[in-house]
């Protein structure tokens, strides 16, 4: 279920319709590198006390990941992947982090959570490589089903990871397509990976009641629609107010149908809310979390609430992005053995993906 017609018709706003090529590239400028090292923190002699160096955060790179994305001019250009690579490793973790390889979903996997019908036409439309799996925002490129698996894949491989006792925390820069929904492709969003892992964490482990939390600018509506009626998908959303910003959803009013009802939080925020209303908002999001103990814990963190993103206009910084990684590795040690993938979701300012995404891991490694 969409909402989007009445604001593509009222004001011919599209997810990718503003965009401003200036600002697409990445920004020299490294007055706030970030600082803090993994390596600072001193000697430690006592395993617990020193998790990073038995308990690394996975972090997911490969050619396979850099290649989702729709090239110049599109705002979801094929560079993001690499750029945050880049910014993460100026930030000099160490140990920390342990890099893996991305790996492709099969359609078995696919159908886990959309439907044959829509996979059957992204497969086609990939092959013919023209036009646009959505109303103008998602291009059918030549290979896009692969691409689009791979990321679907990976999210897998990391719950993989997580539930096989790898690793405890995971993150993957290109995912988090949280605007597909089980039968289509919306805002650059092919396939839902989050959609997906969750459908598998039950398939798979049996795990029922997972959090997802989303703070990119827009509303994860590929998610909450498709778990509406799912009570054991507990949905906290912190995102520009659609009355302003695409999808034109997510309203405070929206909290789920039926037995759901109450499961689903959305908080949306004006244009120009920063780091004070965020953390406002996130007070009410970890409260409700917590109230609601997850097994686990999918994260999307998309860059494109920070000041300065060429299709929002939201004013936060990565500290929002700090906060929230910190607060919901705190939350996963609590309820579900510290259980949290990551995903990078939207960020269309190159230098604000590569600083959000790099203290989203940083946290994470920080948190232990
Ligand atoms: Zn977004």
Redo the contacts with the bound molecule.
């Keep these: 279920m969409l909402h989007t017609g009445i604001l593509r018709i009222e004001t011919g706003i599209r997810?990718g319709s503003i965009v401003d090529s200036r600002r697409l590239r990445p920004d020299e400028s490294d007055d706030a590198r970030l600082s803090a090292r993994a390596g600072d923190t001193g000697a430690c002699h006592q395993p617990r006390e020193c998790p990073r160096v038995t308990d690394p955060v996975l972090v997911y790179r490969g050619d396979e990941l850099a290649s989702y994305g729709f090239g110049d001019p599109h705002p979801f250009g094929l560079d993001r992947h690499d750029v945050f690579q880049q910014e993460l490793e100026l930030a000099e973790l160490g140990d920390g982090v342990e890099y893996a390889m991305p790996r492709r979903a099969g359609v078995d996997e696919l159908l886990l959570f959309h439907t044959a019908d829509y996979i059957d036409k992204v497969s086609r439309m990939s092959f013919e490589g023209t036009g646009f799996l959505d109303e103008g925002d998602t291009p059918a490129l030549p290979g896009i089903f692969d691409a689009a698996s791979d990321v679907v894949g990976t999210t897998i491989a990391s719950v993989d990871a997580i539930m096989g006792g790898q690793a405890r925390r995971a993150f993957i820069p290109i995912a988090g397509l949280?605007?597909a929904g089980r039968g289509h492709a919306a805002?650059?969003c092919v396939f839902n990976d989050c959609g997906v892992a969750a459908e598998y964490l039950r398939k798979q482990y049996g795990v029922q009641r997972i959090a997802y939390v989303d703070i990119?600018?827009?509303h994860g509506d590929g998610m909450f629609y498709s778990f509406e009626d799912d009570p054991d998908l507990i949905f906290a959303d912190i995102?520009e107010d659609g009355r302003f910003l695409?999808p034109g959803t997510g309203g405070v009013e929206e909290t789920g149908k039926g037995r759901a009802r109450g499961t689903k939080l959305n908080i949306p925020l004006p244009p120009g809310a920063g780091d004070g209303e965020f953390a406002k908002a996130w007070e009410q999001v970890e409260a409700y979390i917590d109230r609601a103990a997850p097994e686990f814990i999918l994260f999307q963190c998309?860059a494109?609430?920070l000041e300065g993103?060429p299709?929002?206009h939201l004013r936060y910084t990565e500290e929002a992005h700090a906060h929230a990684a910190t607060a919901l590795c705190s939350l996963a040690d609590k309820h579900c053995e510290g259980r949290v993938v990551g995903t990078g979701?939207?960020?269309?300012n190159r230098r604000n993906l590569a600083r959000a995404w790099t203290r989203v891991v940083q946290s994470f490694v920080e948190a232990g």
Excluded: K, W
């Design positions: 997810h949280h605007h805002g650059f990119d600018a827009h995102h695409y998309g494109d609430s993103d299709i929002t979701g939207g960020g269309y």
